[in-house]
């Protein structure tokens, strides 16, 4: 499945940079990304309970993506070190409890790492 992701992701860029745009690959955030180290992962295995049985490295994903960017050259944003930053400080959910989704706040924390990437890296 990585093998397809890494192939699609490459020919999407080339896409997108073919028609003059900048591709910029953003992974996504969720509710266990952020609280992996506080034990309310438990939630996502009493959601989910035929996952109890496994190892799961939750991080792993983003991981994938990270070494898709490096090697492809492709502009990558995780926003998971944002978002656990984020509460580290402020303590406000930036997520759903009951479907993981973002509330109005990741919302918000998402445009501002956005902006501030963009800002970084200077695009426009």
């Given amino acids: ?24 690959m953003v992974s996504n955030t969720s509710f266990t990304d952020i609280h992996a ?6 939630i996502l295995f009493n959601t989910y309970p035929a996952m109890a049985d496994g190892c ?11 070494a898709i960017a490096s090697r492809h050259k492709i502009d990558y944003l995780n926003l998971v070190p944002y978002f656990v930053d984020d509460f580290e400080v402020t ?30 890296k200077r695009l426009p």
């Fill in 91 to 120: 303590q406000r959910e930036s997520h759903f409890v009951i479907d993981g989704h973002w509330n109005e706040y990741g919302h918000a924390l998402a445009a501002q790492a956005l902006k501030e990437f963009f800002i970084q």
């Fill in 37 to 42: 180290d506080g034990g309310k992962a438990d």
């Fill in 1 to 24: 499945a990585w093998a397809v992701t890494e192939q699609l992701l490459t020919e999407l860029r080339d896409a997108v940079e073919a028609d003059g745009a900048h591709f910029l």
């Fill in 56 to 66: 799961w490295d939750l991080s792993k994903p983003t991981q994938q993506l990270a």
